[in-house]
Structure formats: structure tokens, C-alpha cells
Nanobody, 118 residues
Framework: QVQLVESGGGAVQAGGSLRLSCAAS????????MAWFRQAPGKEREFVAT????????TYADSVKGRFTISRDNAKNTVYLQMNSLKPEDTAVYYC???????????WGQGTQVTVSS
């Protein structure tokens, strides 16, 4: 019912910046939250940030606080992740996810690769 398309990934040197975008289509009228997760090779998927519709609340993982900023354009059904001061440990495939019911993420994008070199 909801399709997600991520873009903006790429390769950057440590200290650089990237901006990821995720556009949602389909039945987006009932979206509760949009979020970003990431997964590095050999590791489990990790929460990065989420934007909740009610109260325009944003939440971040401790590892990215102060460096990443999530934003949302409800009119375009798009969520963004501005990543500054990137570190090699930020290297991962970044996934966009959508929640239509609080507590669960029902739909996922295919991911976009972010590579940060030393």
C-alpha cells in the first residue's frame, strides 16, 4: 500500500555531508511516522532517526545526535536525513521506513549506500 524510494547516498570523506531523501507514495494519508535505519556489513539493522507526525517530534540515536537532522515535508510525503560531520563508522546501507501504526514499521525502502572514507 505504501512504496518508498530513497536517494542521496554516495561516497564522502570523513567530515563531509550528505542529504538523504525518501519519497512515499500510495496510501500515505494515514502515516504516523517516517524513520531512517542503517545496516553495516555483518551487523544488525540499527535505528538512526524518526519523525513522528503528532507534535512533529524527532528522535535520534545517541551515535548521531548533534550531527544528523531528520526533517519531513508532509505535503510531499517525503522525509530527509541531513548528515553532517560524517565518520567512517557511519558507513552503511541506509533504509527508509514508514509506520502506519505506532510501534511498528510496516514498509521499507530498498536502501541507499553511504560510504565514508578516512
Amino acid at each position: 500500500q505504501v512504496q518508498l524510494v530513497e536517494s542521496g547516498g554516495g561516497a564522502v570523506q570523513a567530515g563531509g555531508s550528505l542529504r538523504l531523501s525518501c519519497a512515499a507514495s500510495g496510501r500515505t494519508f494515514s502515516l504516523y511516522a517516517m524513520a531512517w535505519f542503517r545496516q553495516a556489513p555483518g551487523k544488525e539493522r540499527e535505528f538512526v532517526a524518526t519523525s513522528v507526525k503528532i507534535g512533529s517530534t524527532s528522535t535520534y540515536a545517541d551515535s548521531v545526535k548533534g550531527r544528523f537532522t531528520i526533517s519531513r515535508d508532509n505535503a510531499k510525503n517525503t522525509v530527509y536525513l541531513q548528515m553532517n560531520s560524517l565518520k567512517p563508522e557511519d558507513t552503511a546501507v541506509y533504509y527508509c521506513a514508514v509506520s502506519r501504526v505506532p510501534g511498528t514499521y510496516d514498509y521499507w525502502g530498498q536502501g541507499t549506500q553511504v560510504t565514508v572514507s578516512s
